[in-house]
Each structure stands twice: as structure tokens, then as C-alpha cells.
């Protein structure tokens, strides 16, 4: 098997180094025919597919192209569930029982490969977490569970309650992670980043668990795009949505950004595909979201996920050289 497919234990089939993220593409969260786009990122070799209920009607035309192609046993499916109300989250027994059903019948199947929570609510104990995914796994609805923006403190311990019990644990955890250093939460309720220096913890203990880390806004969001050059807040302003500028848009990115750019003249390839071989050399067992409508982005990304920068080369684009 090559490099750019690999196995999370509990799914059949490998899955591509890079997941299709929905999550900012309009033509699936506005529920058009998707299919001539998701059929060319099929075809360029990535075979995961990342959604959340919370994604407008990108599960519906996700499931629409699955269906009409009859490909359902070439493709994973994530998707997430929870909700925001009033900057509040809100994941318990309930929302995730309306949810799973409301998402398995958008998707059209009767499984979902990966299904995770997509915030942690300190007001559900991790007991009802555990307790209510495994009930849906012993259904059928879901092959494996994990979490998004959780904090690996948290996570440990629910896995430690599922262990006690003889029950399953997350499997697969979707935070953040990237060059970009994550400077402010962009959505609120919660975001969580393993990026910058004050994360190290956190990476030390992806990297000795090797927890399938399923990282989200790799590229910042449209931050190392390569779009713009680094200091042009003029340009970069119009190449990120408020949402990027909240959390990315800072002196100490611009800086990340100059070094990606040198090194990726040194290199002869391109600022984005330096960003994502930083991604793929952290040691930690990572996969990664993007979105893009471009075959040959895609195809970057997949190249990126087998040449991955060595540790002298991460140090420098972080800035603290060995």
C-alpha cells in the first residue's frame, strides 16, 4: 500500500492521507448536484469524506452522489454532531440520538464509518458519552466514535471510564492543527488547536499514543493558500473570511508564512504544499481536512502526506531552530 492510504482499525477499507472537507465548499452546502466535483476527487485518490449535521446540506449531496454512483462501500464517511445555542454547546444523550438518525437518513445509509462529537460539553459527564455511542455502534448506526475539539485531558479520561466498563473509546480525535498558529477561537464554543508552543503537551501525547488525529484548517483556513504574500494584510484580507482573520491573521503567522515561503523556494514546490508536509512530519498519527474544488490541489496534498518535512525544517518554519 502506498503511503497516501492507511488504516484507522475498526473500518474495512484504507483511507486517503486527506479527507474532502465540506464544510466550505458552496456547491455541497448549498445542496446543488456535487457530483462532477466529488467524482474528480474521487478519481485524484481521496476517499474520506468529512461532514457535520451542522454543515448545511452537505450531508444530503454528499449521500445523493453516494447513492446515484452506488460507491458505498469505496468511501468513509465522517460526520459530527452538536450544537451551538447562544455561544453554549450542547452535546448530550439526546442531541446525539436526533442527530445520528437526522444524519444517517441526509446520508442515505445506514452506517456512518466515523461518527464524532463535534464539541465537548462540560455539562454531559463522559460517562453518557461512552455510554450512548456504544449503544449506537451495538445498532449498527456507526462503526467507530471519537471527538473534535477536545482536549486531550478529556479524552483520556472518557477512554479510561470506557476501559473500566469493557466498552469503546474514541477512536479518532479532529482538532485543529497546522503551521498557522491558531490565535483566537474562531467559532467559538470551545475551538480546540494543537498548534503553537503552548500545545507541546498536547502533541507529546498524540505522538505517544497514536491516536488517528484527524486535523482540521490545516492550510489556516486559506492562510497559506499561497494567495498572498506574507506582510499583506491588504491582500490577505481579501483572500480570508472573517472567521480566518479572527483566529490567523497576526504578526507571528506572517512570520510563519515568510519562512514557508523561503522554503519552499529552496525546495521548488509550493507554499501550501510546504504547510502540509509541516502537517504530515509532526510525528503524530495525522490525516487532514481540506477543501478545494482544484484536482491538482488535491493532488498536492496527497504528495505532501509522503514527503514530509524533516524535524530541522519544521523548527525552522516555528522559529525555534535546533
Excluded at 199 to 219: C, F, G, H, T, V
Aim: one cysteine or more; aromatic letters at 10%; a negative charge.
Amino acid at each position: 500500500m502506498d503511503n497516501q492510504k492507511r488504516y484507522i482499525p475498526g473500518l474495512p477499507q484504507p483511507l486517503s492521507s486527506v479527507f474532502f472537507g465540506t464544510a466550505m465548499s458552496p456547491v455541497m452546502t448549498d445542496g446543488p448536484e456535487a457530483g462532477v466535483l466529488l467524482d474528480s476527487v474521487l478519481a485524484g485518490g481521496v476517499n474520506a469524506f468529512d461532514c457535520a449535521r451542522s454543515y448545511g446540506l452537505a450531508e444530503n449531496a454528499l449521500g445523493r452522489w453516494i447513492r446515484e454512483r452506488g460507491i458505498r462501500d469505496q468511501v468513509v464517511i465522517l460526520s459530527k454532531c452538536g450544537d451551538i445555542r447562544d455561544g453554549k454547546v450542547e452535546v448530550n444523550r439526546r442531541v446525539i440520538r436526533e442527530q445520528l438518525a437526522q444524519s444517517l437518513e441526509a446520508l442515505g445509509t445506514d452506517c456512518i464509518d466515523l461518527y464524532l462529537l463535534h464539541r465537548d460539553d462540560p455539562n454531559t459527564p463522559v460517562e453518557e458519552f461512552i455510554e450512548t455511542l456504544n449503544e449506537a455502534r451495538a445498532k449498527g448506526m456507526i462503526r467507530l466514535f471519537g471527538v473534535s475539539n477536545w482536549t486531550h485531558e478529556r479524552i483520556a479520561a472518557a477512554n479510561r471510564y470506557a476501559g473500566e466498563k469493557g466498552l469503546m473509546g474514541f477512536s479518532v480525535s479532529s482538532p485543529n492543527f497546522g503551521l498557522a498558529r491558531q490565535m483566537k477561537d474562531l467559532w467559538g464554543g470551545g475551538c480546540v488547536t494543537l498548534s503553537g508552543p503552548e500545545n507541546d503537551a498536547a502533541r507529546k501525547w498524540y505522538r505517544e499514543n497514536q491516536m488517528p488525529l484527524i486535523a482540521y484548517s490545516s492550510l489556516g483556513r486559506g492562510f497559506f493558500s499561497g494567495r498572498f504574500k506574507a506582510y499583506d494584510y491588504e491582500n490577505a484580507r481579501k483572500v480570508l473570511d472573517p472567521y480566518a482573520q479572527r483566529g490567523y491573521l497576526y504578526e507571528e503567522n506572517m512570520e510563519r508564512l515568510e519562512r514557508a515561503e523561503k522554503l519552499a523556494e529552496k525546495y521548488g514546490v509550493t507554499v501550501p504544499e510546504i504547510a502540509m508536509r509541516y502537517v504530515f512530519g509532526s510525528g503524530m498519527n495525522v490525516f487532514a481536512v481540506v477543501s478545494t474544488t482544484s484536482p491538482e490541489r488535491l493532488q498536492m496534498n496527497l504528495r505532501a502526506a509522503g514527503q514530509p518535512l524533516s524535524a530541522e525544517d519544521t523548527a525552522y518554519l516555528e522559529g525555534t531552530e535546533l
